[in-house]
C-alpha cells in the first residue's frame, strides 16, 4: 500500500518561512511527477507547484520567487521551501504523486493526507 506522508506545516508570521516535505513509502515500481497543491477555506484546491523525475519544474504564478519545490529521488521525498509567506498562503497543503506500482503498470494519482499551514499577519 502506497502513503505519502506530509510534514512541517505550521504556525508562521508574515515573511517567515516553512519547510514542507512528502515521503512516499511502500510497495511500487517508480514514481513521476511529484509536487504539491493547497485550498484555502471556502476555495478549490489549486497546484503550488510541480517537479518531474528529471527535475522540471512548475509554480503557481502566486508563489513564484517566493517558493521552491525540490526532490530527492533516492528519498522517494519532495520539498517544498516557502519563504516570504503571505496571509493569502493559509491553507492545507496536499503532498500530490503519479506512481506507478509495478512494471507496465500506468501511473496513477496518490495524495497525502494534507498538512495546514498558517500564515498570521
Known amino acids: 500500500q502506497v502513503q505519502l506522508v506530509e510534514s512541517g506545516g505550521g504556525l508562521v508570521q508574515a515573511g517567515g518561512s516553512l519547510r514542507l516535505s512528502c515521503a512516499a513509502s511502500?510497495?511500487?515500481?517508480?514514481?513521476?511527477?511529484m509536487g504539491w497543491y493547497r485550498q484555502a477555506p471556502g476555495k478549490q484546491r489549486e497546484l503550488v507547484a510541480a517537479?518531474?523525475?528529471?527535475?522540471?519544474?512548475n509554480y503557481a504564478d502566486s508563489v513564484k520567487g517566493r517558493f521552491t519545490v525540490s526532490r530527492d529521488n533516492a528519498k522517494n521525498t519532495v520539498y517544498l521551501q516557502m519563504n516570504s509567506l503571505k496571509p493569502e498562503d493559509t491553507a492545507v497543503y496536499y503532498c500530490?504523486?503519479?506512481?506507478?506500482?509495478?512494471?507496465?503498470?500506468?501511473?496513477?494519482?496518490?495524495w497525502g493526507q494534507g498538512t495546514l499551514v498558517t500564515v498570521s499577519s
Open positions: 511502500g510497495s511500487f515500481f517508480s514514481i513521476n511527477a
Open positions: 517537479i518531474t523525475s528529471g527535475g522540471s519544474t
Open positions: 500530490n504523486a503519479a506512481i506507478s506500482l509495478a512494471y507496465g503498470y500506468r501511473y496513477r494519482e496518490f
